[in-house]
């Protein structure tokens, strides 16, 4: 163990930054990285203000902070594919290769899987993390290390792309322009959507997903998604509905925007179990995804990123020093409308 200073989440609503013991021995398989920047997410905030999400409480203090990039600066042995100074972002969770799930390739839902800054595992707003070489990914040289930090939060849109299995051409609809909601819109236009019309009740949310070509945004305060839908598609219906809202109300009337055969792709989650229309499923024979974080996705977005086909550069509305943690996650937890994704820049 070595003492580095980090952001610490002490308690609930206690968030400090300060010398912590932290794991730092690069066994073989390993790599030690110099984090560079580290996003801070909408769970990060919520383990500051609420104390836990779900069945995960922190009941010790918790370095947070899990989109991250940064610079190889040692290697342990066995690793072949990276170099030290070789820039990367790494996946936060890590399973047991072993187990049923990552043998079936469906590594995320392995029950056994420990990510960072999910209580007890600690995070990365520190300078230095030691982790698995196989869930570290190379950077090109022309993906920013912010964008590295994006590759996170952008996996999740990928994954839930990959889930609706979209046809070229297709029109999605997608409820919540938050964070994840903007991204799978994104994912949803690289993967082959043709237009993507996003809802949210929020305008400056809109104008920013807006930004990207192929987004319709609607504003539910003045229209009906179900009767825009409805107009933009001919009454036929979305090919593909992204539910990444987390509102039960959604859930209300969701039935009436996929096409017959169509499918519905969940990604935000209500706190509470929310009913839904099974007869209308049924009768139209939609199709339900469930997405749980992202499996095989790293390489396929920083592809997308080096291509210029996705850039994420305007969803950054600002960096925060390192020494300013505290001001960063006061500032997320106000959720002005117009932030998307507020990152953290380590010292150099
Ligand atoms: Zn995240």
Known sequence: MTMAQALVLERQHELKLRDIDLPMDVGPGMVKIKIHTVGVCGSDVHYYTH?????????????????????????????????????VCMEPGIPDPNSRASRLGMYNVDPAVTFWATPPIHGVLTPFVVHPANYTFKLPDNVSFAEGAMV????????????????????????????????????????????????DLAQPKLDIAARYQGVIPVNIREKSIVSEVKRLTEDWGADIVFECSGSPKAWETI???????????????????????????????????????????????????????????????????????????????????????LQIRMPD
């Open 51 to 87: 104390g836990r999400i779900g069945p995960f409480v922190v009941n010790a203090p918790m370095v947070l902070g899990h989109e991250a990039a940064g610079t190889v600066v040692e290697i342990g042995q066995g690793v072949t594919h990276l170099k030290v100074g070789d820039r």
């Open 152 to 199: 996170e939060p952008f996996a999740v849109g990928m994954q839930a792309a990959t889930k609706a299995r979209i046809t070229p051409g297709d029109t999605a609809v997608v409820l919540g322009a938050g964070p994840i909601g903007t991204m799978v819109a994104i994912a949803a236009l690289a993967g082959g959507c043709a237009r993507v019309i996003v809802a």
């Open 255 to 341: 039935m009436d925007l996929p096409r017959p055969g169509g499918t519905i792709v969940v990604v935000g989650l209500p706190v509470e179990p929310a009913p839904f229309d099974i007869a209308t499923a049924s009768t139209k024979e939609i199709r339900i995804e469930t997405v749980f974080r992202y499996a095989h996705q790293y390489d396929r977005a920083i592809a997308l990123f080096a291509s210029g086909r996705v850039d994420l550069k305007p969803l950054i509305s600002e960096t925060f020093a390192f020494k300013d943690s505290v001001a960063a996650f006061e500032r997320a937890v106000e959720a002005r409308p117009s932030d998307v994704k």
